[in-house]
């Protein structure tokens, strides 16, 4: 679990880095990004730094076998895949590359995170 965990961790850290530093591409090239309305600097770069703490939180619990830490950075990711559900259907729920990105890349990846992230092992603490 604990590589898995890691995996997905630099999972969100890329996707993090990508939308920080090619703001500008990411918009442009990420299926349904860009229906969303005019590019908006500031709010790609929050997302781009929730990706990157998401991903830090998850790698550090994995790392340091602290179970909740990790299972705390992935439920960014788990809130953002379910706005992306309510998202997908209010759009009627179409079998289109839109939801097919967002299953690919959100939906199933921030699953994954969770369950890996909280059956990771736990230090154990002493008094």
């Known amino acids: 679990m604990t590589k898995l965990a890691i995996t997905l961790a630099m999972l969100a850290i890329v996707t993090g880095s990508y939308i920080w530093f090619a703001t500008p591409h990411w918009y442009t090239n990420m299926p349904g990004v860009a229906e969303t309305g005019p590019l908006n600097q500031h709010f790609a770069k929050d997302v781009a730094l929730a990706y990157l703490v998401s991903g830090g939180a998850v790698m550090w619990g994995a790392l340091r076998a602290?179970?909740?830490?990790?299972?705390?950075?992935?439920?960014?990711?788990?809130?953002?895949?379910?706005?992306?559900?309510?998202i997908w259907i209010n759009r009627g729920s179409p079998s289109d590359v839109i939801a097919l990105t967002n299953l690919l890349g959100i939906q199933i990846p921030a699953a994954l995170t969770f369950f890996t992230s909280f059956n990771l092992p736990q230090s154990g603490y002493s008094s």
């Open 66 to 86: 602290e179970r909740s830490v990790a299972v705390f950075g992935s439920l960014w990711l788990v809130f953002h895949a379910v706005f992306h559900i309510a």
